[in-house]
């Protein structure tokens, strides 16, 4: 399991690793029942503060999507995969929608951003599919 965190890119770092969480559980990737590193050992490979990760794995518990079970760790809820589909879409969907009206305000037509879309979706999907032969 590898988890990545950019703490340039403006977003907390706690909330990186939540969206990626809910991510690995959307995609399956995190399995129902399938422990998560420790908070020790999640810091240590992100190089980030425990108290980040700690912070990350409340938000997740209280969402559902994590809990801990004493004397195991912690691992992924039952009902978690449905939950983070949801949440992903919602995710995309607000990220989507911020850039889309950055490009209509910087003055691009429909037309134009619906054609960088296109191209992009063709400069992407070479690199999808090389993405998908690796899992």
């Known amino acids: 399991m590898f988890f990545t965190v950019d703490p340039s890119n403006g ?3 706690y909330s990186q690793i939540v969206r990626q969480v809910k991510f690995a559980v959307a995609e399956q990737t995190l399995r129902p029942g399938q422990l998560l590193p420790s908070v020790r050992q999640l810091s240590q490979q992100l190089a980030v ?8 794995f409340q938000d997740l518990q209280s969402e559902g999507v994590i809990e801990t079970l004493r004397g195991r760790g912690v691992v992924v809820c039952k009902g978690a995969v449905e939950r983070c589909r949801k949440q992903r879409r919602s ?3 607000e990220r989507l929608s911020a850039v889309l009206t950055e490009a209509l305000q910087a003055g691009l037509s429909a037309k134009e951003v619906r054609k960088l879309v296109d191209e992009q979706l063709r400069t992407l999907d070479g690199t999808i599919e090389a993405i998908a032969e690796l899992q």
């Open 11 to 13: 977003v907390a770092i």
């Open 49 to 56: 503060n425990p108290n980040t990760v700690a912070r990350a």
């Open 91 to 93: 995710i995309l969907a």
